[in-house]
């Protein structure tokens, strides 16, 4: 009788190229006190973890984070900062995450590269298509910043873009909530989890998943969304084995 080894039962990854979306909010943490802390590095070094556990699995990996821990675009009226000026001070919020990301991602020893759609050469690659490509094909981490260097462009829209770009798989949209609801399962108690839903039915139940820019983007290339608890202990694995994690969003 032959005994099948815990090698031979391995599992494949179902998404070889993903382009994970972090929020910058992901990141906050409470300094204590009531006090606001822009960065948590627990749950940085959690996602770093994360992340490496599924790189060592051969799975290539892109990065984009927001920057709404750091700062978040306000109302002209109140604050006297343009729309394109604070979109621009918004994109350097990204890259400063992304290089928190990065160290983070290099302790645990994985090789990374920081691209930023904002030329500074001095700590990040200008953004360069098939560069980040080859850099992927050679399994280092790529982290996309500076959005898509344009004002009036969401990080969502940042993410699509670069994910149909590099031709990634599917776009691993990381949230602090387990999926796509009827309603805000916070607020709602009522509300119940969709497992699979349609990019026509997320526009017709107007369901925030991405902004619409992003989302057209998305539905446009047939590029699937999965929206899941990124802050729950492996999970991301079980997103890129093709587990039934969170809400897949597709054709």
Do not use: W
Request: overall charge positive.
């Amino acid at each position: 009788m032959q005994h099948t080894t815990r090698k031979e039962q391995h599992m494949e990854p179902r998404y070889k190229r993903i382009l994970l979306k972090l929020s910058g909010e992901a990141l906050m943490g409470d300094g204590g006190n009531g006090q606001y802390e822009p960065m948590n590095h627990s749950i940085i070094a959690q996602y770093a973890r994360e992340i490496k556990a599924v790189v060592r699995e051969g799975v290539e990996v892109a990065v984009v984070i927001g920057g709404g821990n750091i700062y978040r675009g306000m109302n002209e009226a109140d604050t006297g900062i343009e729309r394109a000026h604070g979109d621009y001070m918004g994109m350097l919020a990204t890259v400063i995450n992304g290089m928190a990301v990065q160290a983070s991602l290099e302790k645990e020893g994985v090789f990374t590269r920081l691209q930023s759609a904002i030329k500074m050469e001095q700590i990040a690659e200008p953004y360069i298509r098939r560069r980040a490509i080859r850099h992927l094909e050679k399994h280092r981490v790529v982290i996309f910043a500076a959005g898509t260097g344009n004002p009036y462009f969401t990080t969502d829209t940042a993410g699509s873009l670069r994910a149909i770009e590099i031709k990634a798989d599917v776009i691993l949209k990381g949230t602090r909530v387990d999926g796509i609801y009827t309603a805000d399962p916070e607020k709602d108690p009522t509300a119940t989890k969709f497992e699979t839903i349609t990019f026509r039915d997320c526009i017709n139940k107007n369901l925030k998943v991405m902004d619409m820019t992003a989302f057209t983007l998305c539905m446009e290339n047939n590029l699937p969304i999965i929206v899941f608890d990124m802050n729950k202990p492996g999970n991301l694995m079980k997103v890129v084995m093709g587990e039934k994690v969170g809400t897949l969003v597709k054709g």
